[in-house]
Each structure stands twice: as C-alpha cells, then as structure tokens.
C-alpha cells in the first residue's frame, strides 16, 4: 500500500463511523437515533431501495485477504466482506467467513440520506445464542464495497451491550487478541449515504480448542497449458473451462472454478458483454480466468512499460465495479513481451470459503508464462530486397520494431508481406476450395496468418496456397475452423443493412467471431429489427441462424 494511501485511511479511521453512532448501536434501537425534526419512517426493504439502489459500486481497494504466518504456522483468519444489495432481502449486508463456516451479520438500525430525503430503518435489538469459536489471535480482514469500516468488541449477549472496546481497522485488518469469552463483534460500514452498523456473535477461544480452522488447502494437481504459451495449477476437483474468439474483439482464454458450469456465454441478443457476467455464480463461487484480446484495435505497450512481474499476486488485483448484486471481481491487466492485451480475472462469491479464497490465490501465483521463442524469419522474407534507411518501409517498420520490441529485420520482413498476404487472400477467395472461409493477421504471441475453413483442413489450405504461388506463406500459416465464410458473413452483414435503412444505426461484421453487429437507438427499433430478422430467416432470405446476429442499444452512426 502506497504512503498516500496508508494516510487517507488513518484518516478515514479517525474521523468516520463517530463514537456516537458506535455507542447507539451498542444499546440498540430502544434509545432512538440521532434524526432532523422532519423524519420519514419507511419499511425497511423500501428504505434500504431508496438509499443503496444508486449508489454505485464503490470500493476500499485495501480489503483484500492476506494470511498472516506467525512462527511458521498460519494464522487463522476472519474474513467480512460487505455488500450493498442483498438478493434476498435488498438490505446491505455482511458475510463473515472464517474456514468453512459463514455467520450472515446482523443489521442494526441505521439512518441515511439520498436525493435531500432523511430516511431511518429501524431493527429488532439483538439477542444472540449461538457464537461461533474464533481462536485467539486470528487476523480480521474486512473487505467489500464500503468505504470504510470501523467497530469493535461489544461484551454481553443482548442490548445493551457492554461499552465497546475499538479495533484498529486502518489497513483493512485486524488481530482478534481479546480474553476467551464471548463477545458481539460490531463493524460499521460506511457508505456515501449512511453508516450501517452489523453485529457478528463470537466466542474467542485458546487456540488449542480449535481443530485448525484454516483452510485444509489441496494441492494444485492439475494444470492447464494454453496454446499461446501460457499455463495455470488448479485442483483436479475445480472445474476447467475453455473458449475461443468469444465477442467481436476474440476473447480467448481458460477459467477455472470450485463448481461446475460457472461459465455463461455473454453474447446476447442485446450485444456481448466481457468479461463474462458471473450474476448466476453460487454465493460460494470463486472462479479464476485469464484471457488474451486477439481482435480489436493495436495495443501495444510504450517502450517505457515494463513486463508484468512474475509470479503473479492476489494483493497486485483491483476491485472492479460489477452490475448488480454478485461476486466480487478482482481484475489486473498482465503484460508479456510487451503485449498488453492479456486480462487476469477473479470472481469471490460472498460466502466463498476462506479455502477456497486461498486456493484462488496459489492458481493467481501459479499462473506462468513459457519463454517466448526468438521469432525466426518466415521463409518468404528470403526474398526481401535491399531496402535504403530513407525507405518509407524502413521508417513504418523502426517504429513498429521499436513498440513490438523485436528485431528492425523482423519488422521490415512482417511488413513487407502484407502485399503476398493480401494476394493469398484474393487467390484463395478466387481459385481456392470452397471451404475457405477469410483470413487474418494476428500478432499475439506472434506473427500468424489465420486462414479460416469450414472444414478446417490445414493440408487443403496449404496445398491451395502453393498451387498459387504462396507455398513460402506456409511456415506461418495457421487453419482455424469456421462455421460461415467471409461471402456467407457479407451477405447476412448486407442483408441487415436493407432491413435496418430506415432506422438510425450502426453496423460491422467480425470474421474473427463469425458475428454480424448492429447497435440502434431504441428498445423499440431493436425489436423491429429482431423480428424482421426472423422473418427473413424463416422466409429463407437470409441464409444464416438468428444466433449470427448480435443487436445492442446505444448511440449511433447513420450507414
């Protein structure tokens, strides 16, 4: 944590949740709180709608569990992670995890204001009988979408509680080091728009009462390899899975997750959405997905950026704002080889064991990356001419070496290829099989010209091109499958622009994801353009499922 930080939440410590409000919580809503003259009583759950529904995702990026190790045995550690909305009662809420247990905190009454309006909700005073053993000693890490957390020891079981006694929460954490007894932890979580106090019934325990609650981690018995080079641990009992050119900028990569099916497609009839939306995920979820970006526009890094550093660290992640109620997502941008198109993503369910947050940090570490190999020259380049310093090629490929960070030859031989590639290109759509479906250059990991096919047969397609005198393309050819080819994809990209002429709209094509994309103005123009679509597939003038298409709503460009 930087310097700058580290001052700001001292700061936030001292000044937020005040001891008033800590003393109400502490004797419970039978005393009244602190309220203007004019005062609104609302039910809860319309109250908790009024005063959370916009607030937005807001984050205390310094939340994030760590596992203390004292005298080489692991602490034991108490996890809280608050959320705002609650699918079930649409009330904020807080989730303490310590091993395989979870305890849902008790909300107490609180008051807050949104759009000029004083609202209060008031809750039933506490009583607790059941408390769960924490051993003594154990680390406290409050995490989640509050600002800021305050709290404390409360003794007795019911208001009013005995005075409370602070824990430092400053660095989002905190050692549990109270006399075994029982207690009510009470941590308050600040938002913008209230301060809402939660209470957690605890009895602390010597250390040897307690069977090791920290987590019994397996080992990471399996391991996936990615085509591009790149490989991941995981337990054999997590579930994997693969995909491919997902979404019109080819999202390709793998996840892993502690439960089956956590991975949804997000291409939609309204557009597709990446990452991947994980609002179906169990409550005790917890999914790791790593994906490279093959499409979209050149991002390459600056000379100045260095490489990401390996191996990787859960502490190096970012919260970042996620629709609605859900899991938490972490999420880091990983730079290799100066290409920074690769995305680390983390999804912890509310209620995820503190086991199963711990294994998700040993696959993050376990993630590597293979030595990229010294990029040799295709075999086409043999035929590279003697070009002057002041050549225009020689000036495009200086810049293009400087920011790929290889050799000033290998960039003059990529460039210079393109005119045999485009000429591939026009001899395969021509004199080709039928089966030729497109073609593209990618970069990532490294220089490829993906020829598409429906077949998917690379003998077909390399005899094809030296029948057409491009057999020294061959070294970097690689055959990807295909369902549509480039004609079938022009035709349904043609076929949507005459249905949607007299409607305000943008479109595109992405050979890449077999797609077409269109993106009007209105639910409405999105629903005539749907069912027109479907009657000219029914019809059979459109030769394509309704599935190639993918109509989103937002600002357009009149075609």
């Not at 003697?386 to 020689?394: E, F, G, K, N």
């Not at 076929?495 to 890449?512: G, K, N, P, T, W």
Request: glycine share 8%; charged share 20%; aromatic share 8%.
């Amino acid at each position: 944590m930087s310097e700058r930080w580290r001052r700001e939440l001292h700061r936030l410590n001292e000044v937020g949740p005040s001891d008033g409000l800590l003393e109400h919580a502490r004797l419970g809503p039978s005393t009244g709180l602190p309220e203007p003259r004019s005062r609104s009583r609302l039910l809860a759950a319309v109250v908790a709608f009024a005063l959370f529904a916009g607030a937005g995702f807001l984050v205390w990026t310094a939340f994030r569990p760590t596992r203390a190790v004292v005298g080489g045995e692991s602490t034991p550690q108490v996890v809280v992670t608050f959320t705002e909305i609650s699918p079930e009662s649409e009330l904020p809420t807080a989730m303490l995890v310590l091993g395989d247990e979870t305890v849902k905190g008790r909300i107490g009454s609180y008051c807050g204001r949104t759009d000029g309006v004083y609202r209060c909700v008031d809750t039933v005073s506490p009583e607790f009988t059941d408390f769960l053993a924490v051993p003594r000693g154990s680390e406290l890490v409050v995490r989640g979408t509050a600002e800021s957390v305050n709290g404390g020891w409360l003794g007795g079981t019911k208001v009013p509680f005995e005075p409370i006694v602070k824990l430092d929460l400053t660095d989002g954490s905190a050692t549990l080091d109270a006399e075994p007894s029982k207690y009510v932890l009470l941590l308050v979580a600040h938002w913008p728009q209230a301060d809402v106090p939660f209470f957690f019934p605890i009895e602390i325990v010597p250390r040897t009462e307690v069977s090791s609650p920290s987590p019994n981690v397996e080992g990471l018995d399996a391991t996936y390899t990615d085509p591009l080079g790149w490989s991941m641990s995981y337990p054999s009992d997590w579930h994997l899975t693969e995909f491919e050119n997902v979404c019109m900028a080819g999202f390709t990569g793998a996840l892993v997750s502690n439960v089956p099916d956590a991975y949804h497609s997000p291409v939609s009839e309204n557009g597709c959405y990446w990452p991947p939306r994980m609002n179906l995920l169990p409550p005790t979820g917890v999914v790791v997905e790593l994906d490279l970006m093959e499409g979209g526009p050149a991002t390459i890094a600056t000379p100045t950026t260095p490489d990401t550093t390996f191996p990787l660290s859960f502490d190096d992640l970012q919260v970042a704002p996620t629709p609605g109620p859900g899991p938490i997502l972490y999420t880091e941008r990983v730079q290799v080889e100066r290409v920074d198109r690769y995305t680390l993503n983390v999804w912890i369910g509310p209620e995820a064991s503190a086991a199963d947050q711990e294994i998700a940090q040993q696959i993050v570490s376990s993630i590597a990356f293979g030595p990229t190999p010294s990029p040799s020259m295709p075999r086409a380049c043999a035929a590279l001419p003697s070009l002057a310093p002041d050549d225009a090629l020689v000036h495009d490929a200086t810049w293009f070496a400087e920011n790929r960070g290889i050799p000033l030859e290998q960039a003059i031989c990529y460039l210079w290829l393109q005119e045999d590639v485009n000429g591939l290109h026009g001899y395969l759509d021509r004199e080709g099989p039928p089966s030729f479906g497109g073609l593209f250059i990618t970069w990532d990991p490294s220089y490829r010209v993906v020829v598409l096919s429906t077949t998917g047969d690379r003998e077909e397609i390399v005899a094809a091109a030296k029948a057409g005198g491009f057999g020294d393309l061959t070294d970097v050819l690689e055959v990807r499958q295909t369902e549509l080819t480039e004609q079938v994809l022009s035709r349904a990209h043609r076929a949507l622009d005459a249905l949607a002429s007299d409607m305000r709209f943008s479109s595109s094509s992405e050979l890449r994801t077999g797609k077409v994309y269109a993106m009007v103005e209105t639910e409405e123009d999105a629903a005539t353009l749907r069912a027109r679509l479907q009657d000219a597939i029914a019809s059979g003038d459109i030769e394509v499922r309704f599935d190639t298409f993918v109509i989103e709503i937002g600002r357009t460009v009149n075609q």
